[in-house]
């Protein structure tokens, strides 16, 4: 690419809430600035990952580099595109902290939306250039006024500082890359030693471990060798470069650039993101302001169905780890065998965990019941619990972790939602006018009550019109108790769930009774039980059945026979042996669902 000036090099990013058209505005913008060829496009082109493109969701922020030329000479416009959804709003601040600017994109029918604000607010704390883009305004639906207002009041801009566009069709996009180059300043850089930031990394299994990177200050090159300042491993540059979109080498990365580097290295831990990479000759004397580290908010056991698996399972986190370093895990044994106790930044990112690892990794996994870390006051000392069967019988105080939730929702909706956060335990801490028709409420909540239904209830009330987000506060002490499950009479620690005691009773009926559905019928009876302490307080049974499928063939049809076989096969897929009895995936997740 033939800019070389820093002057003309602009990096940018697309902050919005969750379907309000990000992708498919990077997507316009690739085909208006040619960056890729007619028969390389593909909808959502930098959604590279396939349960990406199928679950049509971003899941990892990437980098791509485009040319816009205009009669005033060509420009380079590095666009770092991010997720929308709560469980990743990590992913934004860092592909923020490499940007100068931000399009923040609303959805002309839906207006201002929880992430919207939640990432506005990440983008203003780095000082980004806000350039306020309305996207669908092809859509009958769409309220360009009423939205426009939202906006205008928000961000205190002038209404015709307010970019209208469709994504969809391409009008006003062109509009969008010249504010681009007008409005975002040029990286700024103090013309000191080297230093790169890695914002993001992923495992190639070619090329080992590339490091997505914004050059801050001098340049790189490659055969340079380099040192990542926070491990302070050295190592040699093999191969510089940028995504324009598809992987292109380039001699040198120049300041101010966005791009990607390669070491060779297969270790994950001598380069992380968030730190900084300096020549080794003539290094820079302080590193870049990093990252806060993520915590895990949700966790479960992860288990291979087949035992023997184990090993593979470990290697297959640590390659993920590396493409995500919000994901926690250490080895865990109990009656389902040997697994790994697991961390994540929500259920979407659990799920999205898990598929990753059944498909890009050839495993088959069972998740135990989620649960969030709990304080316990035990024995004059503190511990922490993750996993609800580790509750000590007596303990002096049990506290749990408690959020902010702000949600967002047309008036109409306010009686339900009120409703809803005062069954999830939460207290109301304020309400506010967005505009004569929409209200902004805020609770505090315990985590553990947000993760389970509270979203999927939240949708359902609302008829869709409300949105949420959430920021952790401190622990508080609550009233709570284990509920555990009994199968056959044995305690099946990964359904145990840790509520308060207020619900127990409900939510442990509830549990064995969507139990026993999920159960599939054995050749003998099997209760199922609820407990609380050594008291059962539910119990439910699921009735024997013949489970020899091929029984039912006589003679000598052999063909028919496989196919029952093959059948009931199939019918086992996800099940977890725990003493006599299989449980299928969905009863793990069933307390969630209740
Ligand atoms: P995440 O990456 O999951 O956060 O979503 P996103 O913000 O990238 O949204 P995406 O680009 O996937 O668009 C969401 C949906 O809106 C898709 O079905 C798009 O086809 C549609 N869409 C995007 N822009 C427009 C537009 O201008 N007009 C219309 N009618 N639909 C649009």
């Given at each position: 690419?033939?800019?070389?000036?820093?002057?003309?090099?602009?990096?940018?990013?697309?902050?919005?809430?969750?379907?309000?058209?990000?992708?498919?505005?990077?997507?316009?913008?690739?085909?208006?600035?040619?960056?890729?060829?007619?028969?390389?496009?593909?909808?959502?082109?930098?959604?590279?990952?396939?349960?990406?493109?199928?679950?049509?969701?971003?899941?990892?922020?990437?980098?791509?580099?485009?040319?816009?030329?205009?009669?005033?000479?060509?420009?380079?416009?590095?666009?770092?595109?991010?997720?929308?959804?709560?469980?990743?709003?990590?992913?934004?601040?860092?592909?923020?902290?490499?940007?100068?600017?931000?399009?923040?994109?609303?959805?002309?029918?839906?207006?201002?939306?929880?992430?919207?604000?939640?990432n506005?607010?990440?983008?203003?704390?780095q000082?980004?250039?806000?350039?306020p883009?309305?996207?669908?305004?092809?859509?009958?639906?769409?309220?360009?006024?009423?939205?426009?207002?939202?906006?205008?009041?928000?961000?205190?801009?002038?209404?015709?500082?307010?970019?209208?566009?469709?994504?969809?069709?391409?009008?006003?996009?062109?509009?969008?890359?010249?504010t681009?180059?007008?409005?975002?300043?040029?990286?700024?850089?103090?013309?000191?030693?080297?230093?790169?930031?890695?914002?993001?990394?992923?495992?190639?299994?070619?090329?080992?471990?590339?490091?997505?990177a914004?050059?801050?200050?001098?340049?790189?090159?490659?055969?340079?060798?380099?040192?990542?300042?926070?491990?302070?491993?050295?190592?040699?540059?093999?191969?510089?470069?940028?995504?324009?979109?598809?992987?292109?080498?380039?001699?040198?990365?120049?300041?101010?650039?966005?791009?990607?580097?390669?070491?060779?290295l297969?270790d994950?831990?001598?380069?992380?993101?968030?730190?900084?990479?300096?020549?080794?000759?003539?290094?820079?004397?302080?590193?870049?302001?990093?990252?806060?580290?993520?915590l895990?908010?949700?966790?479960?056991?992860?288990?291979?169905?087949?035992g023997?698996?184990?090993?593979?399972?470990?290697?297959?986190?640590?390659?993920?780890?590396?493409?995500?370093?919000?994901?926690?895990?250490?080895?865990?044994?109990?009656?389902?065998?040997?697994?790994?106790?697991?961390?994540?930044?929500?259920?979407?990112?659990?799920?999205?965990?898990?598929?990753?690892?059944?498909?890009?990794?050839?495993?088959?996994?069972?998740?135990?019941?989620?649960?969030?870390?709990?304080?316990?006051?035990?024995n004059?000392?503190?511990?922490?619990?993750?996993?609800?069967?580790?509750?000590?019988e007596?303990?002096?105080?049990?506290?749990e972790?408690?959020?902010?939730?702000?949600?967002?929702?047309?008036?109409?909706?306010?009686?339900?939602?009120?409703?809803?956060?005062?069954e999830?335990?939460?207290?109301?801490?304020?309400?506010?006018?967005?505009?004569?028709?929409?209200?902004?409420?805020?609770?505090?909540?315990?985590?553990?009550?947000?993760?389970?239904?509270?979203?999927?209830?939240?949708?359902?009330?609302?008829?869709?019109?409300?949105?949420?987000?959430?920021?952790?506060?401190?622990?508080?002490?609550?009233?709570l108790?284990?509920?555990?499950?009994?199968?056959?009479?044995?305690?099946?620690?990964?359904?145990?769930?840790?509520?308060?005691?207020?619900?127990?009773?409900?939510?442990?009926?509830?549990?064995?009774?969507?139990?026993?559905?999920?159960?599939?019928?054995?050749?003998?009876?099997?209760?199922?039980?609820?407990?609380?302490?050594?008291?059962?307080?539910?119990?439910?049974?699921?009735?024997?059945?013949?489970?020899?499928?091929?029984?039912?063939?006589?003679?000598?049809?052999?063909?028919?026979?496989?196919k029952?076989?093959?059948q009931?096969?199939?019918?086992?897929?996800?099940m977890?042996q725990?003493?006599?009895?299989?449980?299928?995936q969905?009863?793990?997740?069933?307390?969630?669902?209740?």
């Amino acid at each position: 690419m033939a800019v070389k000036n820093i002057e003309r090099t602009r990096n940018f990013c697309i902050i919005a809430h969750i379907d309000h058209g990000k992708s498919t505005l990077a997507d316009r913008m690739l085909d208006l600035t040619e960056a890729v060829a007619e028969r390389d496009r593909m909808d959502q082109i930098l959604d590279t990952m396939e349960l990406e493109r199928e679950r049509g969701i971003t899941i990892k922020a990437q980098a791509v580099r485009l040319l816009h030329k205009r009669e005033d000479g060509d420009w380079m416009l590095n666009l770092i595109d991010t997720p929308g959804h709560v469980d990743f709003t990590y992913e934004v601040s860092r592909a923020i902290a490499a940007c100068e600017g931000a399009l923040l994109v609303v959805d002309a029918s839906q207006g201002i939306q929880a992430q919207t604000l939640a990432n506005l607010y990440l983008a203003m704390e780095q000082d980004l250039e806000i350039i306020p883009v309305l996207n669908k305004i092809d859509l009958p639906v769409a309220d360009v006024p009423a939205a426009t207002e939202e906006l205008v009041e928000l961000l205190g801009v002038d209404e015709g500082e307010i970019l209208k566009i469709s994504a969809k069709t391409g009008e006003g996009v062109l509009e969008v890359l010249n504010t681009i180059v007008d409005k975002v300043p040029p990286p700024a850089t103090s013309g000191e030693q080297t230093r790169a930031l890695v914002f993001d990394s992923y495992y190639d299994p070619y090329r080992g471990v590339v490091s997505l990177a914004r050059l801050f200050d001098g340049e790189l090159s490659k055969g340079d060798t380099v040192q990542a300042m926070g491990s302070e491993e050295e190592f040699e540059l093999l191969e510089v470069g940028c995504y324009s979109p598809k992987p292109t080498a380039l001699p040198t990365l120049r300041p101010g650039e966005v791009g990607y580097i390669i070491a060779g290295l297969k270790d994950i831990e001598a380069l992380r993101v968030g730190d900084t990479v300096t020549r080794t000759k003539d290094p820079a004397q302080e590193p870049l302001p990093g990252y806060a580290e993520v915590l895990p908010t949700v966790f479960c056991g992860l288990y291979p169905t087949v035992g023997d698996e184990f090993e593979r399972l470990r290697d297959a986190l640590s390659k993920l780890q590396l493409n995500d370093a919000s994901l926690f895990y250490e080895p865990e044994n109990s009656r389902m065998g040997f697994g790994f106790r697991s961390g994540f930044l929500g259920l979407l990112h659990m799920e999205i965990v898990q598929e990753r690892l059944e498909r890009e990794f050839g495993l088959d996994l069972i998740a135990s019941s989620p649960s969030v870390k709990y304080e316990v006051e035990t024995n004059g000392e503190t511990i922490e619990v993750t996993n609800p069967s580790d509750l000590p019988e007596d303990f002096d105080e049990i506290r749990e972790p408690m959020v902010r939730a702000t949600i967002i929702c047309p008036k109409e909706h306010v009686g339900a939602v009120m409703g809803l956060c005062h069954e999830k335990r939460g207290t109301s801490v304020g309400m506010e006018y967005l505009s004569p028709k929409r209200v902004q409420l805020t609770y505090d909540m315990p985590l553990g009550e947000v993760i389970t239904d509270f979203f999927d209830a939240l949708k359902s009330r609302t008829k869709g019109y409300a949105s949420y987000d959430y920021d952790r506060l401190g622990y508080e002490a609550a009233d709570l108790v284990k509920v555990e499950v009994l199968v056959s009479g044995d305690p099946v620690e990964a359904l145990s769930i840790i509520v308060h005691r207020d619900k127990a009773y409900h939510r442990g009926r509830a549990l064995v009774e969507k139990l026993k559905e999920l159960i599939p019928r054995q050749n003998f009876e099997v209760p199922v039980q609820a407990a609380v302490g050594r008291r059962i307080i539910a119990r439910e049974t699921v009735r024997a059945y013949r489970k020899d499928v091929t029984a039912k063939c006589y003679g000598g049809d052999i063909s028919r026979k496989k196919k029952l076989l093959e059948q009931q096969k199939k019918g086992k897929r996800r099940m977890k042996q725990v003493g006599s009895v299989e449980i299928p995936q969905e009863a793990f997740l069933a307390a969630l669902r209740i």
